[in-house]
Nanobody, 118 residues
Framework: QVKLQESGGGHVQTGGSLRLSCAAS????????MAWFRQAPVKEREFVAQ???????VYADSVKGRFTISRDSAKDTMYLQMNSLKAVNAAVYYC????????????WGQGTQVSVSS
C-alpha cells in the first residue's frame, strides 16, 4: 500500500508562485509514476502534470511553461513548482500514483488548497 500526503498549498496573489509537495510512504517501490491533478469548485478533476521513474514529464497545455513537476527519489517526494499563477489555477490540488500492474491512477492524496486572488 502507498500513502500520499500533499503540502504547500496556500493563498497567493495573481502572478505569484507556490511549490507543492507530495510525500509518498509505504510500498513506494510499487510506484511507476506520480502526477498532479486539480479540481476547482463545480468542475471535474483535471490532469495537471505527471512524472515517471525515468523523469519523463507530461504537462497539461494550460500549465506548460509556468508549472514544473519534479521528484526527489531519495525522499520519495514529488513537487510542483507553480509560477505566474492565475485566478483560474485556484483549486484543490491532488497528487496521485500509478502503481505497477494498475490501469489507472489508483492512489490519491487528500489534496491541498491553492487560492489565487487578484
Amino acid at each position: 500500500q502507498v500513502k500520499l500526503q500533499e503540502s504547500g498549498g496556500g493563498h497567493v496573489q495573481t502572478g505569484g508562485s507556490l511549490r507543492l509537495s507530495c510525500a509518498a510512504s509505504g510500498r513506494t517501490f510499487t510506484m511507476y509514476a506520480m502526477a498532479w491533478f486539480r479540481q476547482a469548485p463545480v468542475k471535474e478533476r483535471e490532469f495537471v502534470a505527471q512524472i515517471n521513474l525515468s523523469d519523463v514529464t507530461v504537462y497539461a497545455d494550460s500549465v506548460k511553461g509556468r508549472f514544473t513537476i519534479s521528484r526527489d527519489s531519495a525522499k520519495d517526494t514529488m513537487y510542483l513548482q507553480m509560477n505566474s499563477l492565475k485566478a483560474v489555477n485556484a483549486a484543490v490540488y491532488y497528487c496521485a500514483a500509478f502503481l505497477y500492474g494498475d490501469s489507472t491512477w489508483s492512489t490519491w492524496g487528500q489534496g491541498t488548497q491553492v487560492s489565487v486572488s487578484s
